[in-house]
């Protein structure tokens, strides 16, 4: 493509279904790539309260009776240090004297932002793949404290129970699915768009959820571009098609295959 010529996406129309603490970002980065974003947040995020357990985990942690702390999303690490800010508990303090694993870069980079340093990154952003960094270090973890969604998956904490690890899973936030009473104004907007990012499961269940079975239908013109594997699973089992599948499980890896897809589209 020649300097200053359109892309693939140029004037094409995307629909951003992230929650609105993240969608900023996406929007930003479509909006350069040429596209015109559509933001329509099919999920959003809150806080998970349990005071008594998180106040363990923090004595846990100042005690150093954890070797490692690991993240999955951006989401988790910004959910903790909101929780122990109630608390009183400074989130850099306390995560000073543990290894902190990282499942990519945009958790990484929340954790810089806030004074920490992952000592592993997965090389491959999904859990299964941080869990395998997790037990390759050296020495290898005895007890790891996982904060996370409510509904996160599994795969993380049950790869390392596999391999003897102990693991508290630390709640600090869930996913909320919009309400049906958004329904007419998404297949307004859906009408109005040529395609859809999920970047992530719940996402994809929403979509799926809010349209019921007129998805297929209402979906059929549309290209709907999935972060990655885990993602796509959980849109193929909720009934959608998924057009393009990111290798790289985040979101510039994700507008990077629509892009691609997009120019070898008939």
Same mark, same amino acid.
């Given at each position: 493509?020649?300097?200053? !010529? ?12 992230? $929650? ?11 909006a ?19 005071? $008594? ?9 100042? #005690? ?40 990519g870069?945009?958790?990484?980079? @929340? ?8 000592? *592993? ?29 409510l ?12 391999? /003897? ?27 109005? *768009?040529?395609? *859809?990012?999920?970047? $992530?499961?719940? $996402?994809?269940?929403?979509l ?9 239908e ?16 959980? !849109?193929l ?5 998924? #057009?393009?599948? #990111?290798? @790289?499980?985040?979101? !510039? /890896?994700?507008v ?11």
């Amino acid at each position: 493509m020649s300097r200053g !010529a359109p892309g693939p996406l140029a004037g094409v129309r995307v629909l951003v279904a992230r $929650s609105p603490r993240q969608a900023a970002s996406t929007v930003t980065l479509l909006a350069a790539r040429g596209a015109i974003p559509v933001a329509f947040p099919l999920i959003d995020v809150e806080p998970v309260l349990e005071p $008594s357990v998180l106040a363990v985990a923090a004595d846990a942690l100042a #005690s150093r009776s954890y070797d490692v702390v690991a993240f999955t999303s951006a989401n988790g690490v910004g959910f903790f240090e909101e929780a122990l800010g109630g608390l009183a508990r400074p989130f850099g303090a306390l995560l000073a004297n543990v290894r902190i694993a990282a499942v990519g870069p945009a958790t990484s980079v @929340e954790l810089e932002r806030r004074g920490v340093r992952a000592a *592993v990154v997965a090389e491959r952003f999904v859990a299964e793949e941080l869990a395998h960094a997790i037990l390759a270090l050296e020495p290898r973890p005895r007890r790891v404290l996982f904060p996370r969604a409510l509904d996160g998956r599994e795969a993380l904490p049950e790869a390392l129970r596999r391999a /003897g690890v102990e693991v508290d899973v630390l709640p600090v936030y869930r996913t909320v699915e919009a309400t049906r009473a958004r329904r007419a104004s998404l297949l307004e907007t859906l009408a109005a *768009v040529d395609a *859809v990012l999920l970047t $992530s499961a719940s $996402s994809a269940r929403a979509l799926a959820s809010l349209l019921g079975v007129e998805a297929r239908e209402v979906l059929s013109r549309l290209t709907l571009a999935s972060i990655g594997p885990v993602t796509t699973e959980a !849109a193929l089992a909720a009934g959608l098609l998924i #057009s393009v599948t #990111s290798s @790289e499980s985040t979101v !510039a /890896g994700l507008v990077a295959a629509l892009e691609r897809h997009l120019a070898t589209a008939p």
